[in-house]
């Protein structure tokens, strides 16, 4: 019986020390960064359209709509009524 829990606990360390390390955002905080820079914003809602665009976007395509390298128009239209439709829904309390 200990051995399975001992085994349990590795896994479960296992599990952790992958998601902590290589499964985090690298454009989570940049991205709340700028928006912190808007002189309206505040860090809640900040922090909402960070995970709004995060949910829809990948790290690779976020880090490319913070650069501005969007490909085509289309795309640009897409990323700016996402950003808009964000901020709606964390504007309100």
Request: net charge neutral.
């Amino acid at each position: 019986m200990s051995k399975i829990l001992l085994w349990i606990s590795a896994v479960m360390l296992a599990i952790f020390v992958v998601k902590t390390q290589y499964l985090t955002s690298k454009t989570y905080q940049p991205f709340v960064d700028g928006c912190m820079a808007s002189p309206s914003a505040t860090q809640g809602q900040c922090e909402c359209l960070s995970d709004y665009m995060h949910k829809r976007y990948s790290d690779r395509e976020m880090q490319a709509i913070m650069d501005n390298r969007l490909g085509d128009e289309l795309s640009k239209q897409k990323v700016e009524l996402d950003i808009k439709q964000g901020s709606l829904q964390c504007a309100a309390p």
